[in-house]
């Protein structure tokens, strides 16, 4: 009878110690700052009537941001991902890139500057 119990305790703790060392695991590459900010920049001489944003599988849509105005955006860092950007000007042209790069563990701060035929990002800063 003792030995039976003793089975079950061995089982118990062999199923459980996978679910535990899984849950240290995540909890050692998820913690830390992972929160980030971006920054668009109209540096053209067109309004933007909209922008989407893309990066770690979220996605930011701006309406209008007046020439050399700028729209700010905060986002979790979720693992390796870069920025897929469109942008439709009031004019009807579009632009559009995959620009910067990010990866889990770090929070990160950049400046997005679109121009009139250009998106780039000038100053990135890690945390």
Sequence with gaps: MIALKM??????????????IL?????????????????????SDE??????????????????????????GTF??????HYKIAITFESGKEIKDELGYVTNGFGYRHTIIVTGSMISISDTKIK
Excluded at 28 to 39: A, I, K, P, R
């Design 23 to 43: 849950l240290l695991f995540e909890a050692s590459c998820f913690s830390g700052n992972n929160t980030s900010h971006f920054v668009i920049v109209n540096k």
């Design 7 to 20: 089975n079950h305790k061995i089982e118990f703790i062999l199923h459980i110690l996978p679910l535990f």
């Design 47 to 72: 309004l933007i009537i909209n922008s989407n944003i893309e990066i770690c599988g979220q996605l930011f849509k701006t309406g209008n941001i007046k020439s050399h105005e700028e729209f700010n």
């Design 76 to 81: 979790v860092v979720k693992g390796d991902s």
